[in-house]
C-alpha cells in the first residue's frame, strides 16, 4: 500500500532531550516535508526537501534539523525541544508539484 | 508569496443540507495548483481533490462539487445533502509552480453535521 509512515503517532517529553521523529514512503517520491498544525494557525511548513541531501527551510524551522540521506527517508530531529514545540506534526511526501501533497498519520507531540 | 483564506471557521449545518466552503486565494504565479483536504476527527489529512490553474472545470464527486472561477480567485467545495461522516475540518491549499513546493493551507473550516 502506498504510504506515508510516521513513528511515533504520540510523544511526551521533556524539555531538552532530543528526539527524532521518523517519516519513511515507499512511492518514489522526489519531494517531503515537515509540517505543523496549531489551533488558529493552520498548517506550517517547517521544512523541505526536494531530492537526496537537497533540503531547506519552510516558514517555521527554528528549532528544526531534517536530513535526507536516502529518498524514502525524512526524519524531523528537535535537539532541543521547548514547550512551544508541542504540536501536530505531519510528514508529507510528492511526486510533483501537482500531485500535492499525501500525508502521513501525524504525531502529537507534547513538551512539558 | 502564496496566501489562502478561509474566512468561516466554523459552520454547523443539520443533516442533509447543503454547505458550502468559501476558498479565495492569492498568488503571483501564472500557473499553479489549488487543493481541498480533509481532516476528519481522527487527524489524519486527506486529500480530496487538485485542480490546475488552466482548469477552470467544475467538478462533481458524489455529494462533493468544486466551483473553480479564476477571475474571482476562489475555489469553492460545496457537501450536497451533509451527512455526519461529513463532520470534519476541510481546508483548501495552494501550490505554486516553482520554489520549495509548499503548499499554503488556509486556516481551515470546521464542518459540523447536526444529526
Known amino acids: 500500500e502506498a504510504q506515508v509512515t510516521q513513528n511515533p503517532r504520540y510523544l511526551i517529553t521533556v524539555t531538552g532531550k532530543k528526539l527524532t521523529v ?23 511548513q517547517i521544512y523541505y526537501s526536494m531530492n537526496v541531501e537537497v533540503t531547506d527551510k519552510g516558514d517555521v524551522p527554528e528549532g528544526y534539523k531534517v536530513s535526507r540521506k536516502e529518498k524514502r527517508n525524512f526524519p524531523l530531529i528537535l535537539e532541543s525541544p521547548s514547550p ?7 510528514c508529507a511526501s510528492s511526486f510533483r508539484r501537482a500531485d500535492g501533497y499525501t500525508f502521513g498519520s501525524g504525531t502529537r507531540l507534547t513538551v512539558v | 508569496a502564496q496566501k489562502v483564506t ?16 468559501d476558498c479565495v486565494y492569492e498568488t503571483r504565479d501564472t500557473t499553479y495548483y489549488l487543493f481541498w483536504y480533509k481532516q476528519p476527527p481522527s487527524g489524519e489529512l486527506v486529500f480530496l481533490i ?13 455529494r462533493y ?8 480567485s476562489s475555489f469553492n467545495f460545496t457537501i450536497t445533502a451533509s ?8 481546508f483548501c491549499a495552494l501550490s505554486e509552480s516553482y520554489g520549495n513546493n509548499r503548499l499554503a493551507f488556509g486556516k481551515g473550516n470546521q464542518v459540523v453535521v447536526i444529526p
Open chain 1, 22 to 44: 521518523t517519516c519513511s514512503q515507499n512511492m518514489n517520491h522526489e519531494y517531503m516535508s515537515w509540517y505543523r498544525q496549531d489551533p488558529g494557525l493552520g498548517l506550517r
Open chain 1, 84 to 90: 512551544n514545540q508541542t504540536s501536530l506534526y505531519f
Open chain 2, 50 to 62: 487538485r485542480r490546475n490553474s488552466f482548469d477552470e472545470q467544475n467538478e462533481i464527486s458524489g
Open chain 2, 6 to 21: 478561509q474566512a468561516q471557521t466554523e459552520i454547523s449545518v443539520v443533516e442533509k443540507e447543503d454547505v458550502t466552503l
Open chain 2, 65 to 72: 462539487s468544486w466551483n473553480f472561477q479564476k477571475s474571482t
Open chain 2, 83 to 90: 451527512q455526519v461522516v461529513d463532520s470534519a475540518v476541510y
